[in-house]
Structures are given as structure tokens and as C-alpha cells.
């Protein structure tokens, strides 16, 4: 329902050079100074304009005479159709979102939950360096490293011990008796069969 | 917009994801022997823990002196032993907990290799493969007249290293083992 007027036009008729955002900004302002949205520091500016520049005094009247002529317009009750159109424009909006990722969420939009993320990612890879760098980097006495290697060469022997002695298990015990001694004995049977059929 | 967004999420995770994988139990060479301190009784006692970080130094140092050992000992992560003799009593538990560590391992997916039950002796050997070969190897053994012994080697094990090691540290060669 804002009218907009060219201001530009108005005011820079005659000086091209200043058609620029800070004025469409300006008029902006007087807009919302007109209609009453704008703050208490850009109403108090417009004001301060109006007083000292004709222009913006006169751009500033007539917004606040369209503004009152726009309040002062009888209410009109709003069809069902449009009400039911807005509710169902709502419903759709509220789906869409519930179906956004938290990592959209957390990023989408949001500056401070951005900037919040990053921090956490920056605190988190800090972090993870201060705590994983002793264990990397972990120093030890050359009498621990020396301890060490007399410790591993032991379990390597104990290792090949017990390979040994499977293997000793194996050939000794279960191939001759497990395995050996009931296979000759099948031998010796079919044998038997044949010599005796 | 949205690779920005997912370079965040995983900017975000990351040192959460390393910190997971920096845990040595989650290895999938690792094997759990449970507290094996209850059985761990006298003198009779060998517990050896050495993780990477010194296992790496230890290879290091003897680069020069032993390359074999140093060549072998760069890709393992971890290297545990527990040795002890239990008292009559605590047998059966150590031979129950050997079936637990074996069920445990085979629904885990690791290869029992070696199986002998002599008398009440007991001897397990379990290699854990992947795609790139071996990643972990468990021994499991007890001998009721003698000790028990727990063996878990975490990292890539290279069966023909560990041939070449045989002499020096009497490893009988292991090449009869067929290495996927």
C-alpha cells in the first residue's frame, strides 16, 4: 500500500551525479519515518532533514499525508479464500523447514550459528592437536626404548616357541596317530579284501 | 553454497572421527583377552604392552643393527603378551576363557588357523585378513602342566617377514601358511 514517489527525480533533477544508493536509502527512510516503521534514531534524522532541507520536507509531507489517508481507510474483513490460501502458504513453508538437515540449519542463513560452527571446528581441531600431539610425538628414555626391544624380541621367541611346539604337535602326535595310524589301517584291510577276494 | 556447507559439517567432525580411530581396540586386528589379572598369580608372570608410538621408536634404533626386525616392526600398531602359570584351580577358568576369546574371534570374523586339543592341551592360532593381507594375529595356548600364553599382534604382519626372523629369534618358518 506504500506509494512510492520518484524522489530522485525530485530532488536531483538537475544533479545526475547523486542518484545513488544513498539516496534510494534515504528515501527509503523517509518512507518508514512516514508511516511510522522507521527507528527512533532514523525519525529523529528525517526530522532534523525536514527542517533544514525543503525537499526532503516536502517528499516527507506527502508520504505522511499518503500514510494517513492509507490509516485512515475503513477495514475491510479479509475473504475466507485468501485467509485459507495464507494458512496453507504457512503449512507448506513449516514442512519444507521441518525437512531441512541439522547441517542446514546450522549453516543456512544463520551468521551466528556459522560463526559459532566455525569456532567449534577451530576449538575442536586445536583441541585434537594439544591432545594427539603427545601421543604421536611421545618421547621416551633410551633405557625404555632398549626395555622395549628386549620385549619384543622375547615375545616374537615366545611366539616361535609356540609355533615350534605346534608344529612338533602336529608331526609328532596327531600326523603318525590321528592321521597315520588309521589310514595304514585302512590300507592293511583293503589290502586284506583284495588279497583275500 | 552446499559444498561449503559440507565442508563445514566435515571440518566440524573431523578431529572427532580421527580422535575414534586413534583408539587401538577398535582395531580390527585387536582382540579383547578380558582381565586376565585374576589368573596372574606368583612370579611366573609375563605381561608385555607395547604400543606404536614405541614400537616405532624401537624400529628406528635398530634400523641399523637388525633391518629385518625394524622392517617388520614399522607396520605394527600394537604388540601384546600375557604369560603365566595358573594354579590347579585356576585351569578350568583360563580354559573356559580361551573358548570365550575363541567364540568371540570366530563371530568377529578372524581365521583360526591352527586348532590342536592334546590331552588338555590347547593351542589356538587366529590371523585377522583384509583386502591389503594380515592385520592382526592371536595365540592362544595352555599347557596344564605348564603356562598360558596370550598373544595379540596388531598392525600389517607380513607372514614373510616374519620368515626371515625365524633364525634369528627360532620362529619356525611360517610359509606352510598360505597368505592371502
Known amino acids: 500500500m506504500k506509494k512510492h514517489i520518484n524522489i530522485n527525480e525530485k530532488y536531483f533533477r538537475n544533479d545526475p551525479e547523486h542518484f545513488s544508493s544513498e539516496n534510494f536509502d534515504r528515501e527509503e527512510k523517509i518512507i518508514s519515518a512516514a508511516y511510522g516503521s522507521a527507528d527512533l534514531f532514523d525519525k529523529i534524522k528525517i526530522c532534523i532533514d525536514s527542517l533544514f532541507n525543503s525537499e526532503v520536507r516536502a517528499v516527507y509531507k506527502e508520504y505522511k499525508e499518503t500514510a494517513a489517508a492509507v490509516k485512515s481507510l475503513p477495514k475491510v474483513e479479509c475473504p475466507d479464500e485468501v485467509i485459507l490460501k495464507v494458512h496453507k502458504s504457512i503449512e507448506q513453508l513449516k514442512s519444507i523447514t521441518a525437512k531441512h538437515s541439522i547441517t542446514e540449519r546450522l549453516f543456512s542463513g544463520k551468521p551466528a550459528f556459522a560463526s559459532l560452527a566455525a569456532l567449534a571446528a577451530v576449538i575442536g581441531i586445536i583441541g585434537f592437536l594439544i591432545f594427539r600431539s603427545p601421543v604421536i610425538e611421545q618421547t621416551y628414555s633410551q633405557q625404555e626404548i632398549e626395555t622395549a626391544e628386549k620385549q619384543l624380541r622375547y615375545s616374537f621367541e615366545r611366539i616361535g616357541l609356540v609355533f615350534k611346539k605346534t608344529r612338533s604337535v602336529i608331526e609328532e602326535e596327531v600326523l603318525p596317530k590321528q592321521v597315520g595310524q588309521p589310514i595304514l589301517k585302512s590300507i592293511n584291510k583293503l589290502n586284506d579284501l583284495l588279497l583275500g577276494g | ?180
Open chain 2, 1 to 180: 553454497m552446499l559444498q561449503l556447507k559440507n565442508y563445514l559439517f566435515l571440518i566440524f567432525f573431523f578431529p572427532a572421527l580421527l580422535l575414534a580411530q586413534s583408539d587401538i581396540t577398535k582395531h580390527p586386528g585387536y582382540a579383547d583377552f578380558g582381565d586376565l589379572t585374576e589368573f596372574e598369580q606368583g612370579d611366573n608372570v609375563t605381561e608385555v604392552f607395547i604400543e606404536e608410538g614405541l614400537i616405532k621408536m624401537v624400529a628406528n634404533l635398530s634400523k641399523s643393527d637388525d633391518p629385518q626386525l625394524s622392517n617388520m616392526l614399522n607396520d605394527l600398531k600394537l604388540v601384546k603378551v600375557n604369560i603365566f602359570k595358573p594354579d590347579n584351580r585356576a585351569g578350568k577358568d583360563v580354559r573356559s576363557r580361551i573358548e570365550k576369546i575363541d567364540k568371540e574371534l570366530i563371530a568377529k570374523k578372524w581365521e583360526r588357523i591352527v586348532k590342536v586339543r592334546d590331552k588338555n592341551e590347547v593351542v589356538n592360532i587366529y590371523v585377522k585378513t583384509s583386502a591389503s593381507g594380515f592385520e592382526g594375529l592371536t595365540i592362544t595356548t595352555f599347557d596344564p602342566k605348564g603356562e598360558a600364553v596370550f598373544v595379540n599382534i596388531v598392525g600389517r604382519i607380513d607372514l614373510d617377514k616374519i620368515g626371515k626372523l625365524t633364525e634369528k629369534f627360532n620362529i619356525p618358518s611360517l610359509d606352510k601358511v598360505n597368505q592371502k
